[in-house]
Nanobody, 122 residues
Framework: QVQLVESGGDLVQPGGSLRLSCAAS????????IGWFRQAPGKEREAVSC????????RYLNSIKDRFTSARGNAKNTVYLQMNSLKPEDTAVYYC???????????????WGQGTQVTVSS
């Protein structure tokens, strides 16, 4: 049975940092491109980043570029999203996804995690 489990979400002050983890069981993450999506209350879900399997590079949503970094962890079967300089508008539930495709389109996701809540507030 395949399972993706996100963790690391928390309440943090503006300007703070968090590291989200996405741990997989039942599949090997190095065979997939890994996406991070987020959904804020009352808003549509949006793609945050895509860590591409075919070239190892990551693409990011413009509003989080230079603040967030997605990387495969040394721990087997784990991917991280390092989030720095957090802003209130980053508040959302964050999901990790797997994709056989080169890019991380929402429609191409093979698996989704259950999500982890990130709240940025003073």
């Amino acid at each position: 049975q395949v399972q993706l489990v996100e963790s690391g979400g928390d309440l943090v002050q503006p300007g703070g940092s968090l590291r989200l983890s996405c741990a997989a069981s039942g599949i090997s993450l190095d065979r997939y491109s890994i996406g991070w999506f987020r959904q804020a209350p009352g808003k549509e879900r949006e793609a945050v980043s895509c860590l591409r399997r075919f070239d190892g590079r990551a693409r990011y949503l413009n509003s989080i570029k230079d603040r967030f970094t997605s990387a495969r962890g040394n721990a087997k079967n784990t991917v991280y999203l390092q989030m720095n300089s957090l802003k209130p508008e980053d508040t959302a539930v964050y999901y990790c996804t797997t994709h056989k495709a080169k890019e991380c389109e929402e429609s191409s996701a093979s698996y989704w995690g259950q999500g982890t809540q990130v709240t940025v507030s003073s």
